[in-house]
């Protein structure tokens, strides 16, 4: 790849992650609907099926998950340069919008104006979250295995104060253990059918 290619590259992700940042109200959960558009459809970055993989990772490193998953795709993409790029990206806007609001906000907090635009944006922020959550769900419960430890998860979530760690622990175990499980048995039912092969010539 030619300097002006690797240049117009890093270009685009920086820009990528700049546009997707200052429109992500509600953090790195909020911005996962307009991530996955992004990096899936319009630049075909990340395969649409790991893009749960991707914020898995995300989520298993300390950060925000907004900043570690830009980091991540532009990693991904073009290296440690692309990490740098995305990073900068995702974290300069709202550097510069969160300094604006920490010296007026003060200011304006009890403003009628302020407190009922902040009483539209949170429940606009839910949605976002839940669509979030239905978009990775096509991805991630593939089967009736996948969809039981969701429900475990969000079981143990909801009723037990249970740390985040150890629920994304538990659902790693449990997918190696499931793994390990499915290719013992397709061992075994691959020498199966080989014997019975062998023995009906």
Known sequence: ??????????WLIFFTFFKISPISFGGGYAMIPLLEKAVTKKNRWVKKEDISDVLVVAQTVPGSIAVNTATFVGYQVAGIPGA?????????????????????????????????????????????????????GLTAMIDKLTTIIALISLMLFLFLPVHPIIILIFGGVTGVLLSFRRSV?????????KGSSVTGD
Do not use: C, D, E, W
């Not at 790849?1 to 890093?10: D, E, P, Q």
């Not at 048995?185 to 059918?193: C, D, E, L």
């Open 185 to 193: 048995h397709k061992t075994k039912t691959y020498s199966h059918s």
């Open 1 to 10: 790849m030619t300097n002006k290619k690797a240049l117009i590259k890093l």
């Open 84 to 136: 740098l790029a995305a990073t900068l990206g995702i974290i300069t806007p709202t550097f510069v919008i969160i300094l604006i609001f920490a010296t007026l906000f003060l200011n304006f907090q009890h403003n009628p104006i302020i407190q009922a635009a902040f009483v539209g944006i949170r429940p606009a922020i839910v949605a976002l979250i839940l669509y979030a959550a239905y978009k990775i």
